[in-house]
């Protein structure tokens, strides 16, 4: 987990019926069509029905992209922690880790759930707790560094990394001690690795 890059993706046949279906099932979602469409399908994986938006020979600004729509699903699936990670689930499993990641840095700088239910996220993000704690570790330093540190932060940091804000923050800065310059694995990357690494025993 969180050692290089992703395993190759499932056929789609082993993957559901996808993420947009599974937010579309849920009555208490109000996503209109579309939405999540350019999200669920990145354009290595559409083929001819769409074609890369940014030179990356290396790809990694997909898994950047899927970062980003890991925040954006805690916001989309309202906090809610089961359907989080249901929809989750129904990505790609090569996508899974970032998706996790993103997740994790929303719900611990945003807030919006109490002690018991980020226990619960923990347990349903088997296989990527070190992602949740990394993401969780960012949400952390950037709270902290612009002293705005909340309750909900607080509780994030002690559930997802089982330490607190600041301990979770000095982490991501001790990660940046001789982080060697970009090669064929981004530094960024490299960063986020040893950060996960840290964390790696969480929640067991």
Request: hydrophobic fraction near 45%; charged fraction near 25%.
């Amino acid at each position: 987990m969180g050692d290089g890059a992703p395993a190759p993706a499932s056929a789609a046949g082993d993957r559901g019926p996808g993420p947009v279906a599974a937010l579309a099932r849920d009555r208490r979602l109000r996503v209109p069509p579309g939405v999540l469409r350019h999200a669920a399908v990145r354009p290595r994986e559409a083929g001819a029905r769409g074609a890369r938006p940014w030179a990356d020979p290396s790809g990694y600004a997909e898994r950047v992209a899927d970062q980003g729509i890991g925040r954006a699903l805690w916001f989309v699936c309202g906090a809610d922690v089961e359907r989080l990670a249901t929809v989750i689930g129904e990505f790609a499993p090569a996508r899974r880790s970032d998706l996790w990641s993103g997740a994790g840095l929303a719900a611990a700088y945003a807030g919006g759930i109490e002690a018991d239910e980020a226990e619960t996220l923990l347990k349903l993000a088997t296989g990527f707790r070190g992602e949740l704690a990394q993401g969780c570790a960012f949400a952390a330093e950037a709270r902290l560094r612009a002293d705005l540190v909340t309750p909900d932060t607080r509780t994030a940091a002690q559930v997802f990394c089982r330490t607190s804000v600041e301990a979770a923050a000095a982490v991501t800065q001790d990660a940046l001690v001789d982080l060697p310059s970009d090669g064929p694995v981004p530094a960024y990357e490299l960063w986020r690795q040893r950060i996960r690494a840290a964390f790696e025993d969480v929640g067991g």
